[in-house]
């Protein structure tokens, strides 16, 4: 896991509040707990860099995640540590219901493993012309995702391993999806930044370290917005060069330092963001000798479920949720 100097910049902005709810199983569908639910469709992927070989009979590179953990010392306190944060922007105006993401521990040190995560969708601060890059604006909807099983707007993500990853790090690689509790109204070829960052208790989750992965930039995202509608967007950041395809979406995936505020509804307070800085692909970690001097992205995919099956979807989730409280009062 690597984590680069940051600079000094700030945004502040007052959280949406968004709770979790468990809700009833998904309609006994037996499903695998890595999967998105039934009727949820893929609208934006950057898949994680995971033994790709972008040089032809090179060695596989697979990659490695940045710090994005923040800690807390009692139930009162804030947490804070160091976030990741990503830009992206697709061509659909569908809510945002359900995100998959790529990470790992530090060393594989797993402890008793993130039982929360931060998950915050921004505003865009756009790259000055005069040079500079561009970063995460205002928190337009923050939540709090805790782990346990899926099911329509549960707010809870599952952790599955799915793969040992290889040299030099050798941490394995987790996929996580989370079943968001208040869907994000994301507007089609609308920059946005999406922040997830593990939030830890130390004295009983251990001292945890847990970072993001980055992205198979072999692979473009079709479903990304490209020119004119968003510039600079999807495209080459290796046309014409000596390099293989580099795909990268807009500007650099930035690094920064967080302190947020969690009440014990899971009520998300604030978040406050500082001291950004732009993050590159690792020589000989994510490529080959030259790679560090290309912007890196962050492996994660957005999914909507179509009209009018949101609002079925949705229906069904608040059907469980007053079954469970009526259960609750009777019991």
Same mark, same amino acid.
């Given at each position: ?13 007052? &959280?949406? !509040? ?42 596989? /590179? ?11 010392? *009692? ?11 990503? #830009?992206?922007?697709?061509? !659909? ?10 990470? *790992? ?18 505003? #865009? ?8 890059? *561009? ?15 899926? &099911? ?9 391993? !799915? ?12 996929? /996580?999806? &989370? ?58 950041? &290796? ?31 604030? !978040? ?10 690792? #020589? ?18 957005? /999914? ?28």
């Amino acid at each position: 896991m690597q984590q680069l100097p940051n600079r000094s910049r700030h945004a502040r902005g007052i &959280a949406f !509040v968004a709770t979790f709810t468990v809700v009833m199983p998904y309609l006994g569908v037996t499903r695998a707990l890595a999967d998105p639910l039934p009727g949820e469709v893929l609208k934006f992927s950057q898949r994680p860099l995971d033994g790709a070989v972008p040089i032809p009979g090179g060695p596989p /590179y697979f990659g490695h995640d940045e710090l994005s953990t923040a800690t807390r010392t *009692s139930p009162n306190a804030p947490y804070q540590g160091t976030f990741m944060a990503d #830009d992206f922007a697709d061509k !659909v105006s569908q809510p945002i219901v359900h995100i998959s993401w790529w990470g *790992s521990y530090q060393q594989n040190q797993v402890f008793n493993g993130v039982k929360q995560f931060l998950v915050s969708f921004e505003s #865009d601060v756009p790259a000055q012309s005069g040079g500079g890059f *561009s970063h995460p604006g205002v928190p337009l909807l923050n939540q709090v995702v805790s782990k346990g099983p899926l &099911a329509p707007g549960s707010g809870t993500f599952t952790e599955v391993p !799915v793969s040992p990853g290889g040299p030099p790090l050798g941490e394995t690689l987790y996929k /996580y999806n &989370a079943e968001l509790r208040l869907p994000f109204p994301e507007q089609a070829n609308t920059v946005y930044w999406l922040k997830i960052a593990a939030l830890v208790e130390p004295a009983t989750d251990g001292p945890i370290n847990w970072g993001w992965h980055d992205r198979d930039y072999t692979v473009t995202d079709p479903l990304a917005s490209t020119a004119p509608a968003v510039v600079p967007g999807e495209r080459n950041l &290796a046309a014409g060069g000596t390099f293989p395809p580099v795909w990268h979406f807009q500007d650099d995936a930035v690094s920064g330092s967080l302190i947020t505020m969690v009440d014990p509804a899971l009520n998300v307070q604030f !978040v406050d963001q500082t001291n950004y800085a732009p993050q590159n692909y690792l #020589d000989f970690i994510d490529g080959p000798q030259g790679i560090s001097q290309f912007s890196k992205d962050l492996a994660f995919e957005l /999914y909507y479920v179509p009209e009018p099956g949101v609002a079925l979807l949705f229906g069904i989730a608040m059907t469980g949720s007053t079954a469970l409280r009526r259960r609750a009062r009777r019991a």
